[in-house]
């Protein structure tokens, strides 16, 4: 039994300057969790609601100070002193005390950063780490894949590169070899690029954000830096993208600015196909917009059997979206992002049913982080495949990598 003795929420920063919501939680048992919750710029429109204050005045409007007095008063009247049997019947509380489907009333931050805190005070008192406290035994702890963010474009870089995510996915059979192989490469494409005359400034996930216009030639780069790390494209990394293509779809088009072209949904299938034939892409995310369903299943149609296609803004984390369209055969993976939904529960019910459907999970950071590392233990306690945090520069990425190497200490 988790009895709540304490919760107190504050206004703290993310790594984008902007505030977000951290939360103390102490049980009676002396055990205590503390969690902050993170914030995305390309945002799903059928995500979980993020409160913000909207007053020009404070932090011109992005203040979370009524998401903060939400749990410091409503949430913690519901929950001190309480008893909570299990996770489960901690987040049905604040679930119903919320009441509404987006958890538009009380926030979807005020809300998770609780649901986060209590998981992390449950499994100190249990005296196990939070991996084991997700995974209840129900998956196979395993340790994911990284898919490391090296290049920035789209709604995370000032620069007029389309796509907003170039991975690359390390071939290797343990955490710390993953990212030796980051490291080489992303030092690599930094001198590659110096050499070039581009910046090698970074963007949101610490990628670099040159200002290329061709995706072609962001490819040719990154994979000519893989090469000069000693590395073979396909046989040691492979590359992912995350096209987030609801940025880019605008009256039945994909406009590819720095392309100067503009394409229609089977045009732009037929783009990623060429792209996974000529570069070793393993997986590509949001290849469509989240409304444009029927370029879903033009893309699953023509490339799903070749290469993952991850669904971000199409399925929010959420079990209903996720299982129309699993009904539809759009997809074969899911990004999984705790604060679209706003639960850990949440979550792991939408996990569930992926992996029942045979979808791979990737769990996913937002492109504004704090220094919360519960993401590594989220993608360990569910086994899933892969995680995505970004690059290896800016701590704000690299505490989840290094997180999960001090996680693999306790499971060798
Ligand atoms: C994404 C995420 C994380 P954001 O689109 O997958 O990389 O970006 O947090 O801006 O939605
Ligand atoms: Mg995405």
Redesign the pocket.
């Known amino acids: 039994m988790f009895t709540v003795q304490r919760v107190k929420a504050r206004q703290i920063l993310d790594s984008r300057g902007n505030p977000t919501v951290e939360v103390d939680l102490a049980l009676s048992s002396g055990a205590f969790g503390r969690a902050a919750v993170?914030s995305?710029?390309?945002?799903g429109s059928r995500e979980a609601i993020e409160l913000r204050d909207d007053n020009k005045n404070i932090y011109a409007g992005k203040g979370v100070l009524g998401a903060v007095k939400n749990v410091n008063t409503v949430i913690a009247a519901r929950i001190l002193n309480k008893n909570f049997a299990e996770q489960k019947v901690f987040d049905a509380a604040l679930i119903d005390l919320d009441g509404t489907e987006t958890k538009e009333l009380l926030g979807a931050n005020a809300i998770l950063a609780v649901s986060i805190a209590f998981a992390k005070a449950a499994a100190s008192q249990m005296n196990i780490n939070l991996f084991q406290l997700i995974s209840q035994k129900r998956y196979p702890v395993r340790m994911p894949t990284p898919m490391l963010?090296l290049i920035n474009g789209g709604?995370?870089a000032d620069n007029p590169i389309d796509i907003?995510?170039f991975m690359i996915v390390p071939k290797a059979d343990n955490i710390s070899s993953s990212l030796e192989i980051a490291a080489a490469v992303f030092h690599n494409l930094k001198s590659t690029l110096k050499k070039m005359g581009h910046s090698t400034n970074v963007g949101d996930?610490g990628g670099f954000a040159p200002n290329l216009r061709s995706t072609e030639l962001v490819l040719d780069i990154l994979s000519e830096s893989i090469l000069k790390s000693g590395l073979t494209l396909g046989e040691n990394v492979e590359i992912a993208l995350?096209i987030?293509a609801t940025e880019l779809f605008k009256g039945s088009f994909y406009h590819l600015k720095g392309e100067k072209t503009k394409l229609n949904s089977a045009e732009f299938a037929l783009y990623h196909k060429k792209l996974i034939d000529t570069y070793q892409i393993c997986s590509i995310?949001?290849p469509m917009a989240e409304n444009d369903l029927e370029g879903w299943k033009i893309v699953t149609d023509l490339i799903g059997n070749k290469v993952q296609l991850v669904g971000?803004d199409i399925f929010v984390t959420n079990k209903s979206i996720l299982e129309q369209g699993i009904k539809k055969g759009l997809a074969n993976a899911l990004?999984v992002k705790m604060n679209q939904v706003g639960t850990l529960t949440e979550t792991l019910q939408a996990v569930d049913l992926a992996y029942q459907n045979g979808y791979e999970t990737i769990v996913?950071?937002?492109?504004?982080e704090t220094e919360d590392t519960t993401i590594a233990h989220l993608a360990v306690g569910i086994g899933s495949k892969y995680i995505?945090a970004?690059s290896i520069c800016r701590t704000d990425r690299v505490c989840k990598y290094n997180e999960l190497l001090r996680v693999s200490e306790s499971l060798c």
């Open positions: 993170p995305g710029a390309s945002v963010n709604a995370h907003q995510e996930e995350d987030a995310e949001d971000d990004l996913s950071h937002r492109s504004g995505k970004g």
